[in-house]
C-alpha cells in the first residue's frame, strides 16, 4: 500500500469542517507567469506540450494560451521531434513515442528565450487490477478504488494514478511514494473527490511511473489540495522561473465498472 | 572543565555569603491546616527594628536566618488566613505551620499567589503563577477547566488556534515549551486534536510559567517552562471531589497513608467526545469510537522529619476508532520518584528519577491491506537539585542532571504480505546532560540580582547510519556507527542574567538576558493539529536550537495593593530554526534530515498588564504588540518572512465578579490580529486541475480573531455538616457567534470548476456547557 498516512491527514480535517462558508477574500494578484506543462509517454498517446499563462483567482477559468512557441523535445540518443501547434497553445508530436530508460530533453523558445526541461522514462509500470472498496475512512461513505501494480525491485518507484469516471475527470492529483515497502505486489487507495460513485459508473485509471522531480512536482500539487502545509508552488523540473512540469513516463490503463 | 568551573564557583560563593556569627536558621513546611498540603510560594516574614522575609519552595519548605531576639512573624497565603505569631529565636529550630483555607466564596479571587508587592522586588522577571481557584472560575470550550488554555489569557502567551491548548510564548513555536508534569516532560500536553490540555485541574496544585528569565534549573526549551505540580493528596482525612461535564466526568480521591506521614491522590478523567464532536456515526462497518481519558496518582510518605519521599505517575490517552478500516491512539505515560531531603537546616535538597513517553499509533486498513505506524519518544532522567539557603541575602541553587532519549520516529509497517520487503525507520539515541548553578543576591535594599550558568550537552549516540548531504539534500556520504558509540556531541553555555531595581517601595525596573539551548526538534510541516509528531535529537546536520532574550520591565503595585501593572519589553534572536523543503516528507521517512532547511529567527514586542486583585470584582487587562519573523535559506527568497504565529495585536480582558455568596459570574474577552498566512495571488491549471499561484510566504492575513466567554458559578447551599459540599458551572463560549477562521481553503467549484471559491471553516459559537461539581470531606 502506498502514501496511507495522507489519509490520516484528510480524515482529520473531515472531522470538523461541517462549519463552512464560502466568503469573499481580497487577494493580491501577481502578473501573470508562464506555465507549460509537458508529456510523453510509452502507451502511444502523442507527445504534448500546453503552454498558458495564470489568470487572476477571480477569472473563469479560460487560462491565456500562448502561441507561436517554437517546441522540440530531443533524446538521449540523439533523435530531434519538433511539435506542432496543432490548436492554440497546444503543441504535439504523434511520432514520438517514448522508450523506458531514455532522458528526453524538452526546448521551448518563446519571445527569444528558452526555457529547458529533461525527464528520464522509468521502469515499466505494470498494472494488474482496480478493485473498490468501501471504506467508512473520513465518515463520508464513497468508494475508493485500488489500484494494484507490480512495485519492483528498489526504492523510488514513484505512481501517479490518472482517474476518470464515466470518461470525465476527476481533477484530482493521485501520487504515491515508493518509501516504505520494496517489491512485491502494492496496491494504491484513491478517492473520488466530490464524485460520488453509484452502480454502473465506469472508472478508467491510468498507472504512471514517474521520475523524481515530477512526483515532487506532483506532490506539491497534491499537498496544495489537501491544504495541510503551508501553500508554495511546487518546484517546477523546468528551467526560467516557469510553472508546470516536463514528465516522461511509462504507463498502464485499466479500466473498472463499479458494482 | 565543567565540573572545575562550578567547584570553584561553589566555593567562591560559600566564603562570600558566609553566615553572621549569632544568626540562627529558622526552617521548616508551611501546610494547609485541613488537609496538610504543601503550600508553594508561601511568604513567611519576620519583624523586629527590620524585616525579613523567604517563601517556601516546591516542596512547602523554607529557611530563614535571624538574630537572637524576639520577633513577630506572619505567614501569608493567598487565599488562606495569615498566621501572626510571636516568636523567640535563640537557637536553630524546625517550624511546621498550618494556615486555614478562606471559604471559597467570601475569597477574594487573587490572580497570583505572590506576596503583595513580591512583584516588585523579586528580580526575576517574565514569571506568571496561575491560581487554581481562579482557573475553576475562568469559562472556557465546553466548560473543561484547562490551565493551559487560561495561560493564553496573560500577554505573551499566544493560543496555536481556535480552542487549541497549544500555545507560542513571545513568538516561539509550540514545541519551545517546556511542559513538565512533577519534573517530567510531557512532549504532547494535548488530548483530541489540540482541544484540550492533558492537565485534569483537580489533581494539580500549582502551576508556574516562565516567558522570560527562565531560571538556570530549567533547560532543553527555547520559549517558556509550564512547570506543573500535582497535589500531595489529604494528610488528614478523606476527601472526594468530582464532577459531571459536558463531555467529561472526573473523580479525585485522596487521604491519609498514615495520618500526617503520608497521603496519596488518584484522580481520572473520562470523556464521551464521540457525542460532542458528531464524527461518530454509524456506518455499519464496525465499532466507532472516539475518546480520551486521564489517570494522575501520587502517593508521598514522610520517612523522617529531614527526609520524605514522593511518588508520583500521569497516564493518558486518545483513542480513535472509525470502523475495521482506520484506528489511531496515543497518549503520554510519566512517572517520577522523588527523594527529598533537608542537610543541617539550611540545605534542600531533592532527588529525582524521572520517566517521561509518549507515543501513537496508526492503523489504515483498505481492503485486504493494512499498515501501520508506530512512533515513541521516551527518556529516562536522573536529576540532582540542591536549593542552599545561604543568608537572608543569598541563596544558592546548584544541580545537575542526565537523561537518556530513546526515539522512534515513526515507522511504517504493512501488516499483511504483499511479497514487499519493508524499510525500517531507524531509532535515534542520545545522551543530554546538564549542570547548573544559580545565585540569587541582595545587593543593596533597592538592588537584587539573580546570575546563574547553565552548561549543557548533548551526545548523539549510535547504532546507527549517519548521512551527509549536499546543498539539494541528496546523500554524499553515510557513516555507520556501533552501540553507544558517539557520533557528536554539542556542549552549550548558557548564561541567565536577571536584576531588579527598586524605584520606589512600590515599583521597579528589571532586566534580564537569557540563553537558551533545544537538543530536540519537532519535525512536522503540518498545519493541522494532528498528533503525529516526529521529534529528532540533534544530529550530525540538525545544530542545537539556540534563543538569546534580552527583556527590560518596569513595574508599579498601587498603594493599597488593589492594583498591580507590569510592562516587558523583550527582544529573542534565534539561530539553528528548522523549516521545510517543498513537499517534503516527513513521516516515515529515514531520510527525513535530506527534507530539511536552516535559519535564523528573531522575535520582539512590548506586553503590558494592568491587575486588579482584590475586591468583588477582579481580573486583567492583557495587550501584547509583538513580531516574529524567520529567515531560511531556500524559502521566501532568503527574505525574512512572518511565523504562522506572527500576530501584531493581541488583547485580553477578563473579569470575575462575586455578586453574592452562592453566585459568582466571568467573562472573558480576547481579541488578537489574524494569523499570517499564504493566500493565492492568482492560479493555473496543471495536471488537469486549477492550481493555486503563490508568492510572498505568510504576506496575508486571517481575519482578525475575537470571542466572548461568559461563566457563571452556582454554589449550592452549604448542608449542615459542612462535610458535602456541590457546585453548578455554567458557562457558553463565543457568546456572540463571531465566525472566527479556524481555516481558509481555496477551491474549484463543485459545479464550474472553471471558478474558483474561498472556503472559511469556523468551528465553535455559542458553545454551552454545564458542569456539576462535588466535593466530599470525612
Redesign the interface.
Known amino acids: ?1 502506498k502514501s ?2 495522507v ?3 484528510i ?3 473531515i ?11 481580497d ?4 502578473i ?2 508562464l ?1 507549460i ?1 509537458g508529456m510523453v509517454d510509452d502507451a502511444g498517446n502523442p507527445a504534448k506540450v500546453i503552454i ?12 491565456p494560451k500562448v502561441t507561436g512557441a517554437v517546441v522540440k523535445i530531443t533524446d538521449n540518443l540523439g533523435n530531434i521531434f519538433s511539435l506542432a501547434e496543432t490548436s492554440a497553445g497546444i503543441y504535439t508530436n504523434a511520432t514520438l513515442a517514448g522508450v523506458v530508460g531514455r532522458t528526453y530533453h524538452l526546448s521551448v523558445i518563446l519571445d527569444g528565450k528558452s526555457y529547458t526541461a529533461s525527464s528520464t522514462m522509468p521502469r515499466k509500470a505494470t498494472l494488474d487490477s482496480l ?1 473498490v ?5 473520513g ?1 463520508i ?1 464513497q468508494k ?1 478504488i ?1 489500484v494494484v501494480y507490480k ?1 519492483p525491485v528498489g ?1 523510488g518507484d514513484n505512481v501517479q494514478v ?1 482517474q476518470t469516471i464515466n470518461g470525465k ?1 476527476d ?3 493521485h501520487v504515491a ?1 515508493d ?9 494504491f ?1 484513491i478517492t473520488t473527490g ?1 464524485i460520488k460513485l453509484k452502480a454502473g459508473d465506469v472508472v478508467k485509471a491510468e498507472l504512471r511511473f514517474i521520475d523524481e522531480n515530477v512526483f ?6 497534491q ?3 489537501d ?9 517546477s523540473n523546468i528551467s526560467g522561473n516557469v ?3 516536463f514528465s516522461v513516463h511509462s504507463s498502464e490503463t485499466k479500466t473498472i465498472v463499479i458494482p | 572543565m565543567k565540573f572545575c568551573f562550578l567547584l570553584i564557583f561553589l566555593a567562591w560563593a560559600a566564603t562570600s555569603y558566609a553566615q553572621d556569627k549569632q544568626s540562627f536558621t529558622i526552617s521548616g513546611t508551611i501546610k494547609d491546616a485541613g488537609t496538610g498540603e504543601t503550600l508553594i510560594g508561601a511568604n513567611i516574614v519576620l519583624y523586629a527594628t527590620k524585616q525579613t522575609g523567604t517563601l517556601t519552595n516546591a516542596y512547602g519548605f523554607f529557611s530563614i536566618n535571624a538574630k537572637e531576639g524576639t520577633y513577630k512573624m506572619s505567614v501569608s497565603f493567598a487565599g488562606y488566613s495569615t498566621d501572626t505569631s510571636t516568636i523567640v529565636i535563640n537557637k536553630s529550630q524546625e517550624l511546621l505551620i498550618g494556615l486555614q483555607s478562606k471559604k471559597i466564596q467570601l475569597d477574594a479571587v487573587v490572580v497570583t499567589s505572590k506576596n503583595k508587592n513580591e512583584n516588585i522586588a523579586k528580580a526575576i522577571m517574565g514569571v506568571d503563577k496561575l491560581n487554581m481557584t481562579e482557573i475553576n472560575k475562568i469559562p472556557v470550550l465546553l466548560g473543561e477547566k484547562d490551565i493551559l488554555k487560561t495561560i493564553q489569557l496573560m500577554p505573551g502567551y499566544k493560543s496555536a488556534g481556535e480552542g487549541s491548548s497549544g500555545f507560542n510564548v513571545r513568538g516561539g513555536g509550540t514545541e519551545q515549551n517546556l511542559i513538565l508534569l512533577d519534573e517530567a516532560p510531557v512532549y504532547n500536553a494535548s488530548h483530541l486534536f489540540g482541544f484540550f490540555s492533558t492537565f485534569n485541574s483537580d489533581a494539580i496544585k500549582d502551576v508556574s510559567v516562565y516567558k522570560g528569565g527562565m531560571p538556570a534549573q530549567y533547560g532543553g526549551r527555547l520559549s517558556s517552562v509550564v512547570d506543573i505540580k500535582m497535589k500531595d493528596g489529604n494528610q488528614k482525612n478523606l476527601d472526594v471531589e468530582g464532577g459531571l461535564g459536558a463531555i467529561a466526568s472526573r473523580i479525585n480521591v485522596s487521604a491519609p497513608i498514615v495520618k500526617d506521614k503520608g497521603s496519596f491522590i488518584i484522580s481520572a478523567r473520562r470523556t464521551y467526545a464521540d457525542v460532542f464532536l458528531g464524527l461518530i456515526k454509524d456506518t455499519g462497518q464496525g465499532k466507532q469510537s472516539l475518546y480520551f481519558y486521564d489517570i494522575n496518582l501520587k502517593a508521598n510518605y514522610k520517612i523522617s522529619k529531614k527526609d520524605r519521599l514522593f511518588l508520583s505517575g500521569y497516564f493518558g490517552r486518545d483513542e480513535l476508532i472509525v470502523g475495521n478500516q482506520f484506528s489511531t491512539d496515543w497518549g503520554n505515560k510519566t512517572a517520577t520518584l522523588r527523594w527529598n531531603h533537608i542537610f543541617g537546616n539550611s540545605l534542600f535538597s531533592n532527588t529525582s528519577f524521572i520517566f517521561s513517553n509518549f507515543d501513537y499509533k496508526v492503523r489504515v486498513k483498505f481492503g485486504d491491506d493494512e499498515f501501520r505506524i508506530f512512533s515513541k519518544i521516551e527518556d529516562l532522567n536522573f536529576k540532582q537539585d540542591f536549593d542552599w539557603n545561604i543568608s537572608n541575602k543569598s541563596k544558592l541553587r546548584f544541580g545537575g542532571n542526565i537523561i537518556n532519549h530513546t526515539i522512534a520516529p515513526g515507522a511504517v509497517a504493512f501488516a499483511t504480505t504483499t511479497g514487499g520487503v519493508a524499510k525500517p525507520v531507524q531509532n535515534r539515541f542520545s545522551i543530554e546532560s546538564a549542570m547548573y548553578v544559580s545565585h540569587e543576591l541582595k545587593v543593596t535594599d533597592k538592588l537584587e540580582i539573580i546570575y546563574g550558568l547553565r552548561a549543557s550537552n548533548l551526545s548523539v549516540k549510535g547504532a546507527g547510519n549517519f548521512y551527509n548531504y549536499d546543498k539539494a539534500g541528496n546523500i554524499i556520504s553515510t557513516t555507520t556507527y556501533t552501540k553507544g558509540e558517539t557520533v557528536v556531541s554539542y556542549f552549550n553555555l548558557e548564561p541567565r542574567f536577571s536584576a531588579s531595581y527598586k524605584l520606589t517601595e512600590l515599583s521597579s525596573f528589571k532586566a534580564s538576558y537569557n540563553r537558551n539551548v533545544q537538543n530536540l526538534h519537532l519535525i512536522t510541516n503540518a498545519t493541522s493539529n494532528a498528533p503525529y509528531d516526529v521529534w529528532l535529537p540533534s544530529t550530525n546536520n540538525i545544530k542545537p536550537e539556540t534563543a538569546d532574550q534580552y527583556a527590560v520591565g518596569y513595574y508599579k503595585n498601587s498603594s493599597e495593593g488593589m492594583y498591580e501593572f507590569s510592562s516587558e519589553v523583550y527582544y529573542k534572536a534565534l539561530e539553528n530554526q528548522i523549516d521545510y523543503r517543498n513537499a517534503a516528507i516527513i513521516l516515515g521517512n529515514d531520510n527525513v534530515e535530506s527534507e530539511l532547511l536552516y535559519g535564523i529567527g528573531r522575535a520582539y514586542g512590548l506586553e503590558m498588564m494592568m491587575r486588579k486583585k482584590t475586591g468583588r470584582v477582579t481580573g486583567w487587562v492583557g495587550y501584547t504588540l509583538s513580531k516574529v519573523e524567520k529567515k531560511i535559506e531556500g524559502i521566501n527568497n532568503g527574505d525574512y518572512f512572518n511565523a504562522r504565529q506572527d500576530r501584531t495585536h493581541d488583547i485580553s480582558i477578563v473579569g470575575m465578579y462575586d455578586v453574592n455568596k452562592r453566585w459568582s459570574v466571568s467573562a472573558t474577552w480576547v481579541y488578537t490580529t489574524g494569523s499570517a498566512v499564504t493566500f493565492p495571488t492568482g492560479k493555473y491549471e496543471a495536471n488537469g486541475q486549477t492550481v493555486f499561484l503563490y508568492s510572498d510566504r505568510n504576506a496575508a492575513r486571517f481575519p482578525a480573531y475575537h470571542r466572548l466567554d461568559l461563566g457563571a458559578t452556582l454554589e449550592a447551599r452549604k448542608n449542615k455538616s459542612r462535610r458535602y459540599q456541590s457546585s453548578w458551572t455554567f458557562g457558553v463560549f463565543n457568546a456572540y457567534g463571531r465566525e472566527n477562521a479556524y481555516t481558509i481553503t481555496f477551491r474549484e467549484k463543485k459545479d464550474d470548476p472553471a471558478k474558483s471559491e474561498a472556503v472559511r471553516t469556523s468551528l465553535f459559537r455559542f458553545v454551552p456547557s454545564v458542569t456539576w461539581n462535588f466535593k466530599f470531606n470525612q
Request: hydrophobic content about 40%.
Open positions: 500500500m496511507a498516512p489519509i490520516v491527514g480524515l482529520l480535517i472531522a470538523f469542517s461541517s462549519c463552512e462558508k464560502v466568503i469573499n477574500v487577494l493580491k494578484n501577481e501573470p507567469r506555465v506543462e498558458s499563462k495564470t489568470a487572476i483567482f477571480s477569472a473563469s477559468g479560460n487560462y478493485l472498496d468501501n471504506n467508512a475512512i465518515n461513505g475508493w485500488g512495485d526504492f490518472v475527470a481533477r484530482l492529483t511514494y518509501l516504505y515497502d520494496d517489491g512485491g505486489s502494492s496496491s487507495f466530490k515532487r512536482y506532483l506532490l506539491g500539487v499537498n496544495l489540495a491544504g495541510f502545509t503551508i501553500p508554495e508552488n511546487p518546484n510553472l508546470g512540469f
